[in-house]
């Protein structure tokens, strides 16, 4: 995409395991004794994720050695006695692991705990791997509005605003919401209000951002929202002490895609105020971290045209992954560059990074080498020249690289362009779309008025029976007639 316990940087990483410094310590056989899975995690781990190494309060640790008058670390001898474990018993009550070390030192681990620890060690890297072991990400093709508007059912993607932000148990709609969005990358909510300056697009925003508990009106801009329609006063989109909510941006927080509506100062320099069709793309690639998620609330659709296009950055990867692997290497390894520039307000920016993010499993240049696809980041509109490396020019081979970046850039249009990846959809009045803008890519054709909101969305590991999945803050947008929320 919450609250992802620090969730959207890259999401749980497989835990990797160097058996050759400590092999003589971490590394047990399995046995049909008590305690033989947990025998399977290095005793240094164990010592390390005990709960007594760690704040009870703030939960960092507390087993860091520092002077305390200067605040240099101590350099620490290596204890042989910490790093071995004496004996494993089982709580009778409890079902849980207590572990004594070598030293004396006892401490005690859930067995769920410890279960989640050895799958992840066992995880080895391979081209299914997902970047969660919780919950597997779905890449998504050939789906209809019909299934895009379904709010029940297994693979259902809507959850009506309603349920999200003012039904008693939200909290459990807020849960299935922040699964959708992990795991399809993009959400429709219907009927969210549009004549409320916003105030309802700040309470999704909240809603999918920020902490897990929400029970400030002053802070969280969902309570507020909550809290102003049980006693029948008007909210406000924006709240001074907000810790959640949408981002600010060059754009504003909440804002329109009618460059009339837009406050004073803000930019308008962006092709989407423009009434021509956009190629598929996520947005402010030229951020060197963009949005997380995007939200997009229609007001008043166009009266011709209007349709809104989105396409599954991820599904289009694994097609370029499995068809094309010369193609995805070459979009894996080559960094593009990507540029705003508006003179007006005086905004330049600039940003850099592959089209594909995935995770590098190994140092050869070969497309298998490839791991799970973290993010995309592709916008040709805000695409600077690609400048060939230094290798390429000192090894006469930049035709070359101008030749495999044309025909891998000429692949990816391809599928972006095939209906197959395509979702189609005339927005309706209310109808909101969260978008993950890292993996997932969108555009509308002679845009309507849209109200649009970005949030910041920190990548972490979903945990759907949490009370926390992401942290992901928001940045809204202004005005509302033919418009969609942006969050990203």
């Known amino acids: 995409m919450f609250s992802i316990p ?13 058996c050759s410094r400590y092999s003589h310590l971490q590394r047990r056989p399995k046995s049909t004794v008590n305690g033989s899975i947990i025998r399977q995690l290095p005793p240094v781990f164990l010592r390390m994720s005990s709960k007594e190494c760690y704040d009870s309060n703030t939960h960092q640790r507390n087993d860091v050695v520092i002077d305390g008058k200067t605040g240099k670390p101590v350099k620490l001898s ?5 790093q071995s474990i004496k004996s494993i018993a089982g709580n009778p009550d409890t079902g849980s692991y207590i572990v004594e070390f070598g030293d004396g030192f006892k401490s005690e681990f859930s067995p769920d705990w410890v279960k989640l620890q050895v799958d992840r060690i066992k995880s080895q890297p391979s081209l299914d791997d997902d970047i969660s072991p919780v919950l597997p990400r779905i890449p998504w093709s050939n789906i209809t509005e019909k299934d895009f508007r379904s709010t029940s059912g ?35 909510i219907p009927s969210t209000p549009t004549d409320d300056g916003g105030c309802g697009v700040s309470a999704i925003s909240s809603a999918l951002s920020g902490a897990a508990i929400k029970s400030s009106n002053e802070t969280s801009p969902l309570e507020h929202y909550r809290y102003c329609h049980q006693n029948d006063i008007r909210p406000s989109p924006f709240l001074e002490h907000a810790t959640e909510g949408p981002e600010r941006t060059l754009f504003g927080s909440i804002w329109s895609t009618h460059a009339n509506d837009m406050a004073s100062g803000t930019s308008s320099a962006d092709s989407a105020y423009g009434h021509d069709a956009l190629p598929l793309h996520t947005d402010m690639t030229y951020f060197r971290d963009p949005p997380g998620l995007q939200i997009f609330t229609m007001v008043n659709p166009a009266d011709n045209g209007g349709e809104s296009t989105y396409g599954d950055g991820l599904a289009v990867a694994e097609r370029l992954r499995k068809n094309h692997p010369k193609e995805f290497d070459v979009l894996c390894r080559t960094v593009r560059r990507y540029r705003s520039i508006d003179t007006a307000t005086g905004w330049h920016l600039e940003g850099s990074g592959p089209v594909i993010e995935a995770i590098d499993r190994s140092g050869s240049v070969d497309s298998d080498h490839w791991g799970a696809v973290v993010a995309i980041k592709h916008n040709d509109l805000d695409r600077l020249p690609d400048l060939p490396p230094l290798d390429a020019i000192e090894g006469d081979t930049v035709d070359e690289y101008y030749s495999e970046l044309r025909d891998a850039h000429n692949v990816l249009d391809k599928l972006l362009g095939s209906d197959e990846f395509r979702l189609v959809i005339a927005l309706k009045p209310g109808d909101t779309v969260v978008l993950a803008n890292q993996v997932r890519l969108r555009f509308s054709l002679l845009l309507p008025h849209i109200s649009l909101c970005l949030l910041r969305c920190n990548n972490s590991v979903l945990c759907p029976n949490s009370d926390a999945f992401m942290d992901v803050k928001v940045s809204p947008s202004a005005n509302l007639q033919d418009q969609s929320w942006d969050v990203t």
């Open 6 to 18: 620090n969730a959207l940087r890259r999401l749980n990483k497989t835990l990797s395991v160097s």
């Open 154 to 188: 297994e693979n259902r993607m809507s959850v009506t605003f309603d349920d999200l932000i003012l039904s008693p148990d939200y909290n459990r709609h807020v849960e299935d919401a922040l699964q959708i969005l992990y795991q399809y990358g993009i959400l429709l």
């Open 78 to 82: 290596s204890i042989d006695s910490q």
